[in-house]
């Protein structure tokens, strides 16, 4: 996929609205990771460097099209301002008479943050006057978001229709490497897979078993896994109602020669605390009352064994509940084995993304991407309505 990029734009003088990615944790009113903010600098500098007359909007969370003050991009800007040695303005709102008056007062080489665009219900809704609204203050667009390239939202693609689109530099890049890997990816190509719900990695698991060479699969998505194999699992989490959908899908990758590997031991617990009771259990053979929060000892080394085997490896979840101590080993051992490889290694963003950067490992990997869902979705092969208005004629 060819996209216009912002180095062919004249951008000297142009009134800009840029959609970032400013989509961070917050605690206690400030931002917790500033991954994603940090990955748009180069595109910010570069828009001002040129002497765009910038502003920058974004989502944070789920406001459900309502104002919700906890949810206001303030934090973004006070964080952005210290990243690029300059104050940040935000404006209250991302639309209106308001946004045209301090865009068109803009200095070329300045720059505003607008506020959440979610605040808005026609966002979400790709409403054409609520990206008509966007677009009205400016002359170009560009689209720095890859993290919401799947979405078909008024900040990603309605006001494409408005505007000269390009792609900035952290899109252009993604899309560059992620289509690389889905055409052509390093042999074997191996999926490592976690998180919390089966549900929510069946569509990875299915679109991609005809493309990968094997499956690692770890987090509570393993339990399922186990549970349709008749083993015990205790009371680890379980999505019942996918159970005929994974045997069939363990048959179709026997058939094909895909190995699906699976844990054979696992931390558990009896409850999700920092202070719980751990035992290590096999993953066959867990007891009532106790449930798998992480990757066994015996797996972390047979999944590391098979990782360094790999040509090309893309993880996406976490093999625990990474987030408290006790369940994090299996994540962080698997997060150091990747970063020793010497494997063509991506993260598919989310919530893998951040225990690798709270590891201090993200430049140990080929390609941190920002995008979770986006990214699963572009190699998957689904539709990315954010970029067809990028896409070079």
Known sequence: MKLRTIQEADLAEKKVLLRADFNVPLAQGKVADDFRIRAALPTIRWLLEKGARLAICSHLGRPKGKPV?????????????????REVPLLPDCVGPEVTR?????????????ENVRFHPGEEANDPEFARAL???????????????HRAHASTQGVAKFLPAYAGLLLAREVEVLSELAEAPRRPYYILVGGKKAKDKLGVLTDLLP?????????????TFLAAQGKQVGDSIVDEELLPTIKDLLQRAKAAG????????VVAARELSEEAETKVFPADAIPQGWMGLDIGPTTRAAFAEALGKAGTVVWAGPMGAFEY???????????RALAESPAFTVVGGGETGEAVVRLGLEKRFSHLSTGGGATLAFLRGKPMPALEPLRAQ
């Open 135 to 149: 677009a009205a203050p400016f002359e170009l667009y560009v689209n720095d978001a890859f993290g919401t390239a």
């Open 211 to 223: 493309k990968a060479d094997g499956f690692l699969i770890g987090g509570g998505v393993a339990f």
């Open 69 to 85: 003050p906890e949810l206001s991009l303030a934090p973004v800007a006070q964080r952005l301002g210290e990243l690029l040695g």
């Open 258 to 265: 895909t190995a699906i590997h699976l844990p054979v031991d």
């Open 325 to 335: 101590p006790p369940f994090a080993k299996g994540t962080e051992a698997l997060a």
């Open 102 to 114: 301090r865009v068109e007062e803009l200095p070329a080489g300045e720059l505003v943050l607008l």
